[in-house]
């Protein structure tokens, strides 16, 4: 686990340069944009030449997956950013939490915006509104929901939807939606961690097993209990780990070989097996059954 700083991500498909141009041409389609971010990582799940591109264009963000996230920190969050004076809605696309009030807010700003475009030929038309985010962050579950019917292409892996289509809400509300786009250069590896540890980042880019390392430290220094319940670990193991000579990359390696005999996880010799048990972990906290948990906070 040496060198964690200099992790080389090469991952940046060509597509997506093309998507971003496309992205920028249909801006001129709609009169607002929604902009779909993680709840868990509303940081590193804006992608900055998107948020440049929406420039001058009436935005909601909406903080979607928040039945994963910490109830507190996105309450922080939401009040965040609506000291920044932009408009923020925590959603949940599979049950459906804050659906009604994202589209009573997007009938308001068309009633708002009637006499703009009216003056556009645009009489009794609904608002055209861009839903745009990062890969994997639920924009079609959300359109899904929010149309009431399965009318855009849902996968679980990154990037799945590909062609432009317009979804009809009601007589307001138009939909147009997008492929998810990344961005080709990341600000600090944090955002690569964080983007790998919620599978916007393909898995298959970065060893899972030093993802599966990362995201333990990260959750033995902010969510301690969630991973000792998980995994039923023993307290008074744990604190032996912690108090003992070891460097900090070995004691995380000892609580993932804890973890691996807790889950079976050994291979011949009675070796634990680092990368089943990383994988674990990781399956774990994308399907929240290590509780709920946020892995960027405002104050930081």
């Known amino acids: 686990m040496e060198n964690q700083n200099k992790t080389n991500i090469n991952w940046f498909p060509g597509h997506m340069a093309k998507t971003k141009k ?9 009169d607002v944009a929604i902009v779909l971010l993680d709840a868990r990582i509303p940081v590193s799940s804006q992608n900055p030449d998107i948020q440049q591109i929406l420039q001058g264009k009436p935005v909601i963000l909406l903080l979607n997956k928040a039945d994963l996230a910490d109830d507190a920190v ?6 965040y950013f609506e000291q920044q004076n932009q408009k923020a809605i925590l959603v949940d696309s599979n049950s459906g939490k ?19 475009l009216e003056s556009k030929g645009r009489i009794g038309k609904g608002i055209r509104v861009m ?8 924009k079609s579950s959300f359109i899904n929901r929010v149309a009431k019917k399965t009318s855009a292409q849902v996968g679980n892996k990154p990037g799945v939807t590909r062609q432009k289509q317009w979804v009809r809400v009601n007589h307001k509300i138009e939909l147009l939606d997008t492929p ?14 964080n983007l790998s540890y919620t599978g916007t980042i ?16 990260k959750l033995q220094e902010e969510y301690p209990k969630n991973l000792q319940e998980r995994y039923k670990l023993e307290a008074e193991r744990l604190q032996q780990i912690e108090q003992s000579d070891l460097e900090e990359n070995e004691k995380i390696i ?22 089943k048990v990383a ?21 930081h």
């Open 74 to 79: 996105s309450k922080e969050w939401k009040t």
């Open 279 to 299: 994988g674990i972990v990781i399956e774990d906290f994308r399907k929240g059954r290590l509780g709920k948990i946020s892995l960027e906070r405002p104050n």
């Open 22 to 30: 496309q992205i920028s041409e249909d801006l001129k389609l709609v």
């Open 131 to 138: 839903i745009v985010g990062i890969p994997n962050v639920g």
């Open 202 to 217: 393909k898995d298959e880019i970065l060893p899972t097993v030093e993802i599966g390392y990362q995201l333990i430290k």
């Open 254 to 275: 000892e609580m993932m070989n804890e973890i691996g005999k807790k889950r079976g996880a050994i291979i011949s010799g009675g070796e634990v097996d680092l990368e």
């Open 180 to 193: 998810g786009v990344l961005w080709p250069k990341l600000d600090g590896e944090g955002v690569a961690l």
């Open 98 to 116: 804050g659906i009604t009030e994202v589209v009573k807010e997007l009938e308001q700003m068309k009633d708002e915006l009637r006499q703009k």
